[in-house]
């Protein structure tokens, strides 16, 4: 027969479990409405407890987000093989999957919530765009981008967040279609640079010539041909 005795949790694996928890809540509704109350009772443990692991809810938060941020940095790692465009595509699949699993913590951390403006969270939220940014590099082949090319990668960057959060409100576009959109975005960011700057024009060039017929780069030339037409 079962005693169920509870095993006793360890110091480092109480805050493991804390943050854990508070980041299950803190993804389904915006931190401003978490309450430390709910969070120990949702781990099965007193208020006290809770203080005794964190000083307090922004110190938890700001734990919960950091472990936010690895999981989104991560979103960015792909293996460097096959067309770039198809590439971008499954990154933005894995991002959105993110966003769909953290909708408002997504929402909050970026429009504001209860550790907004500190330095560790914005510390967080710039290693993340960060991570995004050399992974974009990376699969271009490039160390030491020109202003041009930084300035394409980190504007796509900012309206992959943008794109993100006004479809958090209403969700009113199929999340494919937009996934499909940013990939198209990237593209025209690109080639407009390119049509301006002839080091990007031989990115481009590179690029382009491995994208197949079927791929989304080529689909956003055909659309626009046609559009031109």
Not at 99 to 127: C, Q
């Amino acid at each position: 027969m079962s005693t169920g005795v509870r095993r006793r949790m360890g110091v480092e694996e109480r805050r493991q479990q804390l943050i854990g928890v508070a980041l299950e809540l803190f993804s389904r509704r915006s931190p401003d409405e978490v309450s430390i109350d709910e969070i120990a009772s949702a781990a099965g443990i007193s208020r006290p407890l809770v203080y005794h692991y964190f000083p307090g809810k922004l110190s938890l938060y700001e734990a919960a987000l950091r472990r936010a941020a690895d999981d989104l940095a991560g979103r960015f790692v792909e293996p460097h093989e096959g067309p770039l465009g198809a590439r971008l595509l499954r990154v933005m699949c894995r991002f959105f999957d993110f966003v769909d699993e953290h909708g408002p913590g997504f929402s909050a951390l970026m429009r504001g919530g209860p550790a907004v403006g500190s330095s560790t969270t914005n510390a967080l939220v710039d290693a993340v765009r960060q991570a995004a940014y050399d992974q974009i590099l990376s699969h271009l082949g490039v160390e030491d981008p020109p202003a041009r090319l930084e300035l394409v990668v980190r504007s796509w960057i900012s309206l992959a967040e943008s794109t993100a959060l006004i479809w958090l409100d209403g969700r009113r576009i199929p999340r494919a279609e937009l996934e499909y959109q940013l990939v198209h975005d990237f593209a025209a960011l690109a080639a407009v640079s390119a049509a301006h700057d002839e080091e990007m024009a031989m990115l481009m060039r590179q690029v382009l010539k491995d994208e197949p017929f079927d791929g989304p780069f080529s689909d956003l030339a055909a659309r626009l041909i046609a559009l031109a037409s």
